[in-house]
């Protein structure tokens, strides 16, 4: 909950109430369910642990961040980089190798492991949240893909959806890229496709063609520019898509 001169939250119905101008806002929003997303907040104890959660399936993607410090990083864990890596959610950097995140352990449909590093539980008595999202039939999709470098919508991500993704979130993971995010609300087209990055403050960019509407998920195109890339042959990309 928070207020600012513009901005109220904390409200039952929605997430804020906005009653400045000039400015455009998107949010996106989660809700536990069964199978697709959890929250799980806890106490850490500078150990390696497990920690239960009410996911109902095997957590395939998860932030974990300090709450009560401000420059702690958002850590990440993802099933196709492996329970020896972790990402950084507002940093541009590729996937590193590192047991004090998740301790070299894979989630269950039960337990979560985090390690002794200081934004997954290093710090005793310091508060955590984590965030466990999972691949639900025909809902959301935590997946992977090679880029191959074509640019006529070839490259086709098949989510198991029949009419296309909302969401989008795309990452390289072997080299270093932004955390670029994609919805229909702002435009998924054959066109350009506006892009918010998840790592850093910038407004959104316009200005490139990275991705094209299929019924089955999306299809990533490489644009000429090679920058804000969701397709450029030799990269290993990782995702999130909603339906």
Known sequence: TANYSFKASGFQDGFGNYNGSGVSVVGWMWKRAPGYFDVVCYI???????????????PEMMWVRRRDSTGGDWEVYHKDTGNTKYLVLNSTAAASTSQYRWNNTTPTESVFTVGTATNTNGGNGDAYIAYLFASLDGISKVGSYSGDGTTNGSKVIDCGFTSGARFIMIKTSNTGGDWMVYDTTRGIIVGNDPILSLNDTAAEVTTYDNLIPNSSGFAVIQNTDGAYTTNENGHSYIFYAIA
């Open 44 to 58: 850490g104890n500078d150990s390696n642990r497990n920690l239960s959660h009410n996911l109902g399936a095997v």
